[in-house]
């Protein structure tokens, strides 16, 4: 799996998916089971994105956020 998600795109998936997170457990908490399962699988998988910088719709679309994407190593 080689990386595609980096810099602010990676710091932006973090943020957005501890904040849906949040939002899970307030809507689970206020018996909004639906919206509280919603809620955790996007921000599950935004944080999924953001800890092992790879995202499969980056990978499909052809997209790399990463700094280094001249493939110089």
Do not use: K
């Not at 997170?21 to 994105?49: D, F, S, T």
Request: charge should be negative; aromatic fraction near 6%; include cysteine.
């Amino acid at each position: 799996m080689e990386r595609n998600v980096g810099g602010l795109d990676r710091i932006a998936r973090g943020m957005l998916g501890i904040w849906l997170v949040a939002v899970a457990a307030a809507a689970y908490r206020n018996e909004r089971h639906e919206r509280a399962a919603i809620a955790g699988i996007a921000g599950l998988g935004l944080l999924q994105n953001a800890t092992t910088c790879f995202c499969g719709g980056n990978y499909l679309l052809g997209i790399d956020t990463t700094t280094d994407s001249s493939g110089d190593e």
